[in-house]
């Protein structure tokens, strides 16, 4: 079936220090979202990329979608420590209904103060 | 407007016993999608509900099973619990139909240990 592999899975950064996850598919993703999840608390959306090599910024997080959508990256300039939990990458299986996710196993991120 | 209310928030059953988990969804969402979250096998789908109907069903054996009610509310249940059933329940809502319909939003979960 359809798998996301994400990379790496467990990162420890200092605060200050950049972070990156990765997301890599054998087959074309229709398109890709990216979730936190905060320890103890449960996944939240933070964005949707559709279009091949899309680039989204959302303040210090850029989100990438690879030019042939089978890759896309998460990268976190100059961390904070409420920059700490998991972050999941999701594929929508084309095709699918719209609730059915697969999430990636994600990449657990710690930053040390 | 209110999130996604999942209950119980923790609960404990015994091996053997059944389990029913309830969600109610945003109001409007009309898709609700269940998931599994354990350490070992991450997130996992379990079968998602739009208009009272299942669309889609992950591999998960028959005890466990959901429905929806015409409230858009949603139960799952488990049947003859067993240890490896021990995990986080994620309900997920999402509009189902319109821009934005695969967005997810999750409740804060049901987490069940089986003793």
């Known amino acids: 079936g359809q798998q996301v592999m994400q990379i790496p899975q467990y990162q420890?950064?200092?605060e200050g220090e950049d972070f990156t996850t990765y997301c890599n598919?054998?087959?074309t993703l229709s398109n890709i979202q990216w979730y936190k999840q905060r320890p103890g608390g449960h996944p939240v959306f933070l964005i949707q990329l559709v279009k091949s090599g899309e680039v989204k910024k959302q303040k210090r997080l850029?989100?990438?979608f690879g030019e042939a959508k089978k890759n896309s990256s998460l990268h976190i300039t100059a961390t904070q420590t409420t920059d700490v939990g998991t972050y999941f990458c999701a594929d929508f299986l084309r095709g699918s209904t719209l609730g059915r996710l697969?999430?990636?196993?994600?990449?657990q991120l710690t930053v040390w103060p | 407007k209110a999130g996604v209310t999942q209950t119980p928030r923790y609960l404990i059953k015994t091996r053997g016993q059944q389990v029913t988990l309830s969600c109610s969804p945003i109001s409007g969402h009309r898709s609700v999608s269940w998931y599994q979250q354990t350490p070992g096998?991450?997130?996992?789908?379990?079968?998602?509900?739009?208009?009272e109907t299942q669309r889609n069903k992950g591999?998960?054996?028959?005890r466990f099973s959901g429905r929806q009610f015409s409230n858009s509310r949603s139960e799952m249940n488990v049947s003859t619990l067993e240890l490896g059933d021990s995990a986080l329940y994620l309900c997920a809502s999402s509009p189902g139909q319109e821009a934005g319909a695969n967005v997810l939003t999750f409740g804060a979960g049901s987490r069940l240990t089986v003793l």
């Open chain 2, 59 to 62: 591999n998960f054996p028959g």
């Open chain 1, 62 to 64: 850029t989100f990438q």
């Open chain 1, 102 to 107: 697969y999430f990636g196993r994600g990449t």
């Open chain 1, 25 to 27: 598919s054998s087959t």
């Open chain 2, 41 to 51: 096998q991450g997130l996992q789908f379990l079968f998602e509900y739009f208009s």
């Open chain 1, 12 to 14: 420890h950064v200092q």
